[in-house]
């Protein structure tokens, strides 16, 4: 079945330590985003990409890094210039033809906590 | 970028109609309404979307005002299983055909047995 798959589920960090965290998608879709996700909070977008070796940052891409080298992946590494990095992190990704429309898929989510 | 109000938690009778209201006052002429529910740590889930017309699927009906400022999405026969946080979103569609998201804290809509 198609989808988003996003790893691992849950990640436990030591402060100080980068994590990167995995985003495949076989939907053949050319955009994908990350987004995090606070307790009882929205969702805010932190990096997008709309095509292979490009990628924009968000409203909170500090202390975030991301690269785009395959179209089905989007891997996101918190690095420890982040100053709150426990959160629950969201991949999605979206069918860039579809202009006016074109809805986003979500993966499950990542849930990193830093000890 | 147009920013929603929706109200923190609502909730409704199992088998009867979920009315959740959004208000997106300064929302502009090319800017779609999404709504998306997230279920408990999951990955939000897309239920509909609409520009100036009324909406209708198999999961909800999005009915939005004439002057595109506020906005309802109808669950005709709310389940248990509807129980989810639904976000009201302002999509602005960018001149390089990618867009933004912006998402609120979302209405809590509890179903009661």
């Known amino acids: 079945d198609g989808g988003i798959t996003q790893s691992p589920k849950y990640l436990f960090r030591k402060e100080g330590q980068n994590v990167t965290l995995s985003c495949e998608q076989n939907l053949n879709h050319d955009a994908m985003y990350w987004y995090r996700q606070d307790p009882g909070q929205g969702l805010r977008l932190i990096y997008y990409s709309q095509i292979v070796n490009d990628f924009q940052k968000g409203d909170i891409a500090e202390g975030y890094s991301v690269s785009r080298e395959k179209k089905e992946s989007f891997p996101l590494t918190v690095t420890s210039a982040q100053k709150n990095p426990t959160a629950f992190y969201l991949c999605?990704?979206?069918?860039?033809?579809?202009?006016?429309?074109?809805?986003?898929?979500f993966g499950e989510g990542s849930r990193l906590t830093v000890l | 970028d147009a920013k929603t109000t929706q109200p923190p938690s609502m909730d409704c009778a199992e088998g009867r109609a979920a009315n959740l209201p959004c208000n997106h006052s300064t929302i502009s002429g090319n800017e779609y309404v999404y709504w998306y529910r997230q279920i408990h740590s999951q990955g939000p889930q897309y239920i509909i979307h609409?520009?100036?017309n009324n909406e209708t699927n198999e999961m909800a009906s999005l009915i939005i005002t004439e002057d595109r400022k506020s906005s309802t999405l109808i669950l005709p026969h709310a389940t248990l299983r509807d129980t989810a946080v639904y976000y009201c979103?302002?999509?602005?569609?960018?001149?390089?055909?990618?867009?933004?998201?912006?998402f609120g804290s979302g209405t809590r809509l509890l179903v009661r047995p």
């Open positions: 979103i302002v999509r602005l569609l960018l001149m390089d055909s990618s867009y933004k998201l912006i």
């Open positions: 609409g520009l100036k």
């Open positions: 999605a990704s979206r069918d860039r033809g579809l202009r006016g429309a074109g809805e986003l898929f």
